[in-house]
Structures are given as structure tokens and as C-alpha cells.
């Protein structure tokens, strides 16, 4: 097996921020630094290390929904002191990575799973899968704001356009909206309503392709249901493979 193939399914990341380890030097093998990203290993017979910790391939593939609370990085490494996701869940998520990111501010549902290549399918523009977030904001949107946030903006250089967006309701000052992406650019949601002029005060994302968040408890990480993982394989990989 490739190295950095060892590493994504190991150590929780994408075969990218396996390379990246790789360049860091934060990976040896059998105490030694390995010459390249493609290194061949023989699992169970090499000793593959990140920052000093084994690594050993999960005995099976693990698939899970998280409600990730505001005020944790979706990542590895602490930014400024900031906790992460995986400090909060421990043991709970060893070996697993994110599908996507949410923000700092941000919350809901994220997946993670130990399963590099169901997770790079799912990400890949071609699936499209649909992300649909529950936005407070202040003030509450008119109809022509409503109109703007369709309209859709620019974000990381790329013009973005939502799927949908639907005014649900209000509650004390704040319009409450739903927006439906199927892209997944850094603070999209976030661009749109400061484009509108719109003020966000709490982001909550409800569904990701077809698994939705429902009444999951905040902080919460459950087993997806094999029903699940398979809407999450045709979703994306039955998708990518039609297209081509």
C-alpha cells in the first residue's frame, strides 16, 4: 500500500494532508523518514508513526453523524488555542476525518468516517450534494432581500449561486432562512448574508446529501445506519460513476 494511501486511512485525513504530514516530517517509517509520498508499506509488518503516535488501519470502515457545537475548529491541530473537534471526542473519533468543514462559529451535522475514498466522493463537485443550513439573522429579510440572497455572490473568486433560499419564519428580530448549497466554498452562507447586509447570529447545518440532523443532541456522535451508508454511496459514488 501507498504511504500516503496508509496514512489517509490510518490517520484520519485526506491522501492531500497525508502528503502534507509527509512534508512536515511528521511521519516515520519503522523510525526512519520514508523517501516520498509513495512510499510502499506492508500494514501489520511496517511501523508507520505520526508525530510519534503507531497508526494501524481500523479493522472495518466507520461512518457517523456528529452534532458539532459552536466554538470548536474542524481540525487536527488547535489555531490559537482554539479546541478542536477531535480534543472534545476523544477516543470516539480515533482514526476518523471530517467530510467537509463547518466554521468555528458554526454547528450541526458533520460527518466523519475512516473511509478516504467515500469522503472524497462526496466532496468531489460532481456529486452536488445538497447542504442545507437554518440561519438566524438580523434584520429580518424582506422579500427583495430574500431575492439578493438568491442571486448568489462571489466567494473564493468562484460565482456561487444557492439551490434554494426560504424565508421560514421570525422570532424576536431575526429572520430565520434556509439555505440550500450544493457547493461547499469556505463561509458561503456567511458571504451571501453579508453581501444582503444581513447579520448572522447562529448557523445550524441540517442535512448533508441525504443524511439530516434531526433531533440529535448537541455534541452528540452516532453510528450512521448501514440504510444511510448506503444512501451515502449511491448519492455520491453511483453519481460520480453515471457522470463518467
Same mark, same amino acid.
Given at each position: 500500500?501507498?504511504?500516503? $494511501?496508509?496514512?489517509? &486511512?490510518?490517520? !484520519? *485525513?485526506?491522501?492531500r494532508?497525508? #502528503?502534507?504530514?509527509?512534508? @512536515?516530517g +511528521?511521519?516515520?517509517?519503522?523510525g526512519?523518514?520514508?523517501?516520498?509520498?509513495?512510499?510502499?508499506?506492508?500494514?501489520?509488518?511496517d511501523?508507520?508513526?505520526?508525530?510519534g503516535?503507531?497508526?494501524?488501519?481500523?479493522?472495518?470502515?466507520?461512518?457517523a453523524a456528529y452534532?458539532?457545537?459552536?466554538?470548536? $475548529?474542524?481540525?487536527? &491541530?488547535?489555531? !490559537? *488555542?482554539?479546541?478542536t473537534i477531535? #480534543?472534545?471526542?476523544?477516543? @470516539?473519533? +480515533?482514526?476518523?476525518m471530517?467530510?467537509?468543514?463547518?466554521d468555528?462559529?458554526?454547528e450541526?451535522?458533520?460527518?466523519?468516517?475512516?473511509?478516504?475514498?467515500?469522503a472524497e466522493?462526496?466532496?468531489?463537485?460532481?456529486s452536488?450534494?445538497?447542504?442545507?443550513?437554518?440561519?438566524?439573522v438580523?434584520?429580518?429579510?424582506?422579500?427583495?432581500?430574500?431575492?439578493?440572497?438568491?442571486?448568489?455572490?462571489?466567494?473564493?473568486?468562484?460565482?456561487?449561486r444557492p439551490?434554494?433560499?426560504?424565508?421560514?419564519?421570525?422570532?424576536r428580530?431575526?429572520?430565520?432562512?434556509?439555505?440550500?448549497?450544493?457547493?461547499?466554498?469556505?463561509?458561503?452562507?456567511?458571504?451571501l448574508?453579508?453581501?444582503?447586509g444581513?447579520?448572522?447570529?447562529?448557523?445550524?447545518?441540517?442535512?448533508?446529501?441525504?443524511?439530516?440532523?434531526?433531533?440529535?443532541?448537541?455534541?452528540?456522535?452516532?453510528?450512521l445506519?448501514?440504510?444511510?451508508i448506503?444512501?451515502?454511496?449511491?448519492?455520491?459514488?453511483?453519481?460520480?460513476t453515471?457522470?463518467?
Open positions: 500500500m501507498r504511504l500516503n $494511501l496508509f496514512l489517509a &486511512r490510518a490517520g !484520519g *485525513g485526506s491522501r494532508e497525508a #502528503d502534507q504530514w509527509i512534508r @512536515e +511528521r511521519v516515520t517509517v519503522n526512519l523518514p520514508p523517501h516520498g509520498m509513495g512510499a510502499p508499506v506492508t500494514p501489520g509488518r511501523q508507520v508513526a505520526l508525530d503516535a503507531l497508526l494501524r488501519l481500523p479493522a472495518s470502515e466507520r461512518y452534532h458539532k457545537p459552536p466554538g470548536l $475548529l474542524v481540525s487536527r &491541530r488547535s489555531q !490559537g *488555542g482554539k479546541p477531535f #480534543d472534545r471526542l476523544g477516543a @470516539e473519533a +480515533r482514526g476518523m471530517p467530510v467537509g468543514r463547518l468555528y462559529d458554526s450541526g451535522l458533520l460527518l466523519l468516517t475512516t473511509d478516504g475514498a467515500l466522493a462526496l466532496l468531489h463537485p460532481r452536488a450534494l445538497i447542504r442545507s443550513y437554518r440561519v438566524w438580523r434584520p429580518v429579510p424582506d422579500p427583495a432581500i430574500v431575492r439578493l440572497l438568491r442571486e448568489g455572490a462571489v466567494v473564493e473568486g468562484v460565482p456561487v439551490a434554494a433560499v426560504l424565508l421560514e419564519g421570525a422570532e428580530g431575526r429572520g430565520i432562512v434556509r439555505f440550500d448549497l450544493a457547493e461547499g466554498k469556505k463561509r458561503e452562507v456567511r458571504v448574508a453579508k453581501r444582503a444581513l447579520e448572522v447570529e447562529r448557523l445550524l447545518r441540517t442535512r448533508f446529501g441525504p443524511i439530516r440532523l434531526g433531533v440529535q443532541r448537541r455534541g452528540s456522535l452516532r453510528p445506519t448501514g440504510r444511510e448506503e444512501a451515502l454511496r449511491r448519492a455520491a459514488l453511483g453519481r460520480e453515471r457522470d463518467g
